[in-house]
């Protein structure tokens, strides 16, 4: 079946860890976005990127890295750098422009 | 309703009846919208779009209404069933040179009432 998966769906991370969340879809879309999403909030944009080997930062990037080694993948890391990493993080896929975005499961990411 | 800069607003509606969330857009250049629902835990899932040469468009039990001149995007679920609670967003596509950006409002979380 066609679609944007992520894993792992739930991941525990000790504070000053690195931890990278997976983000694959097998659409062809050429763009990858992910979301981050607090309680009760809407999304908010960390990195995109419409091509392979090209991204670019959101709205909230500080704190986060991404590669786009290929099409189909599009990992974050968190990086020990991002002081409140607790949050449910969303990866998303899109065609191109006036087409809507295609979202995954999630992954909820917890600080212990 | 919905609008940048407040915290999540609710609806509840009882079950049967017509609901109405509201969505007050920030760029007058976005030419394409899109209506997502969430669900506890899930990721969004596409309702229904929009393009700004329209000003209405239907779907099943949907209907999505755009009024350009207000910046004002609604969307009406007829006969709300409980499955129908969940959080919905809005979206706005901003054009520009190889831009595929969706700018998402806060969301409206609507609850059915059995």
């Known amino acids: 079946d066609g679609g944007i998966t992520q894993s792992p769906k739930y991941l525990f991370r000790k504070e000053g860890q690195n931890v990278t969340l997976s983000c694959e879809q097998n659409?062809?879309?050429?763009?990858m976005y992910w979301y981050r999403q607090d309680p009760g909030q809407g999304l908010r944009l960390i990195y995109y990127s419409q091509i392979v080997n090209d991204f670019q930062k959101g709205d909230i990037a500080e704190g986060y890295s991404v590669s786009r080694e290929k099409k189909e993948s599009f990992p974050l890391t968190v990086t020990s750098a991002q002081k409140n990493p607790t949050a449910f993080y969303l990866c998303a896929s899109k065609a191109r422009r006036n087409t809507e975005a295609f979202f995954g499961q999630g992954t909820r990411l917890t600080v212990v | 309703g919905e609008s940048v800069g407040l915290h999540l607003p609710t609806l509840s509606v009882q079950e049967g009846d017509n609901s109405i969330i509201n969505c007050a857009y920030s760029?007058?250049?976005?030419?394409?919208f899109i209506w997502y629902k969430q669900e506890s835990g899930k990721g969004p899932q596409f309702i229904i779009d929009?393009?700004?040469?329209?000003d209405k468009r239907q779907g099943q039990r949907v209907t999505v209404l755009l009024n350009k001149t207000v910046k004002h995007l609604s969307l009406q679920i007829a006969a709300t069933q409980p499955g129908d609670s969940a959080v919905y967003f809005c979206?706005?596509?901003?054009?520009?040179?190889?831009?595929?950006?969706?700018?998402f409002g806060k969301g409206t979380k609507l609850s059915v009432i059995p």
């Open positions: 929009i393009r700004s040469n329209m």
């Open positions: 979206a706005e596509g901003v054009p520009g040179a190889g831009s595929y950006q969706l700018t």
């Open positions: 760029n007058s250049a976005s030419d394409y």
């Open positions: 659409l062809n879309h050429d763009a």
